[in-house]
């Protein structure tokens, strides 16, 4: 945790107090960036260009909140301003009702496997999937919110998160063939 006057003197402007901020949470916003990204060197782009922002906005930020949930924001939306601008994000509308696709049981998967291989498997997907699942399913935004921050219809949202977990799950279904 950061202390109160560190962050204030990091709204201020003080280099030591950014550095400090920077130690305490690069590693975790570069889990962030990894999980939307698909490789580490683009990881390192948007993390880099993230801690950029979060200095040129600082004077926006109050120091009496949480800097971690401010950081992981900026995180997220440079993230997903750098997919749009480098990647070839393909979503498409489905006119289907999600509510009346018929979901298979899902196999019974250990969570902690799931979790070791989740980041390799993400990235493994593409790219508007990756998009959709890390924005539901880890940073737990709405599918309306989704539709929103990418400019398409929540059917679209609710279709893209459908085939990640589809596509996932025959992943580390061929995964145990090969074991």
């Known amino acids: 945790m950061i202390a109160k006057e560190v962050l204030i003197k990091f709204v201020e402007g003080d280099k030591v107090a950014f550095d400090k901020i920077y130690a305490a949470y690069s590693s975790g916003m570069f ?26 906005t600082r004077e926006r930020f109050n120091p009496e909140l949480s800097i971690g949930a401010w950081i992981k924001t900026i995180t997220i939306r440079t993230a ?6 480098h990647y070839r994000l393909v ?3 489905n006119d289907l009702k999600f509510d009346q696709l018929v979901i298979e049981e899902e196999s019974e998967i250990d969570n902690r496997e799931l979790k070791e ?33 990418l400019n398409i219809s929540e059917g679209t949202s609710k279709s893209q998160y459908f085939k990640a977990k589809k596509m ?5 279904e061929s995964e145990k063939v090969e074991r």
């Open 117 to 149: 291989r989740l980041l390799q498997l993400l990235q493994q997907l593409p790219d508007g999937y990756r998009t959709v699942f890390n924005l539901y399913t880890i940073d737990n935004l709405t599918h309306k919110e989704i539709a929103e921050h």
């Open 80 to 85: 997903l301003n750098y997919i749009k601008d």
């Open 31 to 56: 889990g962030i960036c990894l999980r939307y990204t698909r490789c580490r060197d683009d990881a390192q782009d948007v993390l880099q260009d993230s801690f950029i922002k979060l200095y040129q």
């Open 168 to 172: 996932i799950q025959v992943l580390l």
């Open 91 to 93: 979503l498409t509308d």
